[in-house]
């Protein structure tokens, strides 16, 4: 049987020194026991493929409309088109795998229905509803962050996933500097309680980069693909 520790020590061995290892994570908002087989990065990627959010990535638009054709791609295709993009990617450049798959699994959790023209919906009901005050856009990271963090609701204890500091993060900074001020205007402690321990300060981890690239890697060619 291989064991949870000889995962771990494999990556000790093994792994680029620039990358996260799972013995070394940050651990958890609410601490609980490991797995004596998975690795808390392996437990976070089935964490989020298990959850309710994951699944309604389904229906949810990439580019054209679900009732369009059954050949156009969805937030869900998409997913686990920038997902295997991820780990071909952290393999060859000594990452860690599971990490990677974990944050490229989670980054689209928060998009809107009908792709951004939701967003744009919503963008003008908060317009609409604070009048008064500087117009803020809704930023999918923050609300994929809201959800792994607060909305899920699988544990009796808490709520959220309860996954590694590491893939909260790396969802948060999933986006450019600017837009990550733009969706976390004050620290995402100040900001709102599931926002605890983020550091939205510095550069992503290797594993959060590569799940950035390769998001925009599937999306450049899959959506002009869908469109031809």
């Given amino acids: 049987m291989i ?8 990556e000790l061995a093994t792994l680029s020194p620039y ?19 998975r690795t808390a990065f392996q437990r976070d990627r089935d964490r989020v493929i298990h959850c309710t959010a994951f699944r309604r990535l389904q229906y949810k638009t990439q580019v054209f409309v679900n009732h369009e054709g059954d050949y156009y791609r969805t937030r869900l295709t998409h997913t686990m088109e920038a997902a295997q993009i991820a780990r071909t990617i952290a393999r060859a450049l000594g990452a860690n795998e599971d990490l990677t798959e974990a944050i490229t699994l989670a980054h689209d959790l928060g998009h809107t229905p009908f792709g951004h023209a939701g967003q744009d919906a919503l963008d003008a009901l908060l317009r609409a509803v604070r009048p008064d005050e500087p117009p803020r856009r809704f930023e999918h990271n923050r609300q994929s962050l ?27 900074k999933h986006s450019r500097s600017s837009a990550r001020e733009a969706a976390f205007p004050e620290s995402a402690d100040a900001a709102e309680p599931h926002g605890a ?9 290797l594993e959060a980069q590569i799940a950035d ?3 925009a890697l599937a999306y450049d060619h899959h959506d002009l693909d869908d469109g031809l």
């Fill in 3 to 10: 064991e949870r520790k000889d995962l771990e020590e494999r």
């Fill in 19 to 37: 990358a996260c290892r799972a013995a070394e994570s940050r651990g958890r908002r609410h601490p609980e026991p490991e797995h004596p087989y």
């Fill in 146 to 172: 809201r959800i792994v963090d607060y909305l899920e609701r699988r544990y009796g204890a808490y709520p959220g996933l309860n996954l590694s500091y590491e893939v909260r993060e790396a969802i948060a």
């Fill in 197 to 205: 321990g983020i550091d939205l300060g510095g550069f992503p981890t």
């Fill in 213 to 215: 690239v390769s998001d």
